[in-house]
């Protein structure tokens, strides 16, 4: 231990890795964002999903955001150049999907596809990084980096994450690497496949997750605080994502709008048992649910004929008057129907009518639904 008092000599060629903790307070302890509260500067992310998972749509559509300086999933992008690596789809794939989701070529995006990752490839896309001074490299797929490492190995996957890392740090560029989910899924980042060296490695951890009618729940796992999860929907023909809010305000975005739609179909008052039974919705979910509907005077009650095991008489529930117009609005908006009277409305199955009113399908053909 150093006497007390006692000056630190150093030589004159010798350059510290250290600094003082005076001096490194006065640093700058804010994080600064590509895309807000999502994707940090200067940061190793991975973003998986099982096949089909949509997840090189939402590498893609982030690419082209970030380039323009625009939204992404409802968040401020800060403009940057941006580099894709698309090392397992053909180009014509990848040309098709980008000209779907934007018409004309971004100025700060570059595309490498239809090529085999190898030694060579690495050290020139690293100096094509440090070049133009790109601030985020997409990698798709992870794995196809460096052929041959084993993804279950600890040892292996620690040392390709931390060339990674290496090239963050030395160019000052964030990454984004895509990747595969194991079969079985996980909570908390286990459902990441390979080792949990990969996990180990990144800032953030972004899973998606397929779910029906085109839509997918994104889950983040990040170093900066929580991240509520997402649900988030797909607009088939521009091949673009979009925000439906966290997965609790979509959850009940829609139970909502399959009792208004049911209400609709049957045109006559329902129980909550009724309501119930024809949605099977949970009933605490169901009973706050109405609640709150009859509060923002979407739907109406009265007292019915019917009464409960302890005696009272059941409530029964119907659309309110504006609300039953701007329903049958909507219908015949979407089916260009305006002479649409309520008799035929009332005929419709009751799934067609919950598509009809559902925005997801006002834009998606219902036979187009499938996940990219």
């Known amino acids: 231990m150093r006497p007390d008092n006692e000056p630190i000599e150093y030589a004159e060629d010798f350059e510290s890795p250290f600094m003082s903790a005076a001096r490194f307070w006065a640093g700058v302890d804010e994080v600064t964002w590509l895309v807000e509260g999502l994707l940090p500067d200067q940061s190793l992310s991975i973003v998986a999903g099982k096949p089909k998972s949509m997840k090189t ?105 931390n060339e990674l890392r290496g090239v963050v740090h030395e160019t000052g560029c964030s990454i984004l690497l895509v990747h595969h989910s194991r079969k079985g899924g996980g909570d908390q980042g286990d459902a990441i496949r390979g080792s949990s060296a990969i996990l180990a490695a990144v800032d953030i951890a972004l899973e998606i997750r397929k779910e029906n009618q085109g839509r997918a729940c994104l889950k983040v796992i990040s170093r900066f ?99 039953s117009s701007l329903t049958a609005d909507l219908i015949d908006m979407h089916l260009g129907q305006t002479q649409t009277k309520p008799e035929q409305a009332r005929e419709m199955d009751k799934e067609g009518l919950s598509q009809s009113l559902n925005p997801m399908f006002w834009e998606v053909d219902t036979n187009q639904k499938e996940a990219y």
């Open 57 to 161: 749509i939402f590498a893609m559509n982030l690419a082209i955001a970030v380039s323009l300086g625009s939204e992404f999933l409802g968040r401020p992008c800060r403009q940057g150049i941006v580099g894709f690596l698309q090392l397992e789809d053909s180009k014509a794939l990848i040309l098709k999907r980008f000209k779907s989701m934007i018409g004309k070529p971004p100025p700060e995006l570059f595309i490498c596809s239809g090529v085999a990752s190898n030694e060579e490839l690495r050290m020139s896309l690293q100096a094509f990084v440090n070049y133009h001074g790109m601030d985020l490299l997409i990698i798709d797929p992870l794995i196809f980096w460096r052929p041959g490492t084993k993804e279950n190995n600890a040892a292996e996957m620690a040392a390709l994450m």
């Open 225 to 323: 605080g929580e991240v509520e999860d997402e649900t988030l929907g797909l607009d088939v023909a521009s091949m673009t994502l979009h925000s439906l809010g966290s997965v609790r305000e979509a959850e009940r975005s829609s139970h909502r709008q399959e009792v208004l739609s049911l209400l609709e179909a049957v045109a006559q008052p329902l129980t909550a048992a009724e309501i119930m039974g024809s949605l099977d919705l949970p009933r605490a979910t169901l009973y706050r649910l109405l609640q709150d509907m009859e509060l923002d005077e979407s739907i109406s009650s009265t007292e019915g004929t019917s009464t409960t095991r302890g005696g009272r008489k059941s409530r029964e529930y119907f659309l309110s008057s504006h609300e």
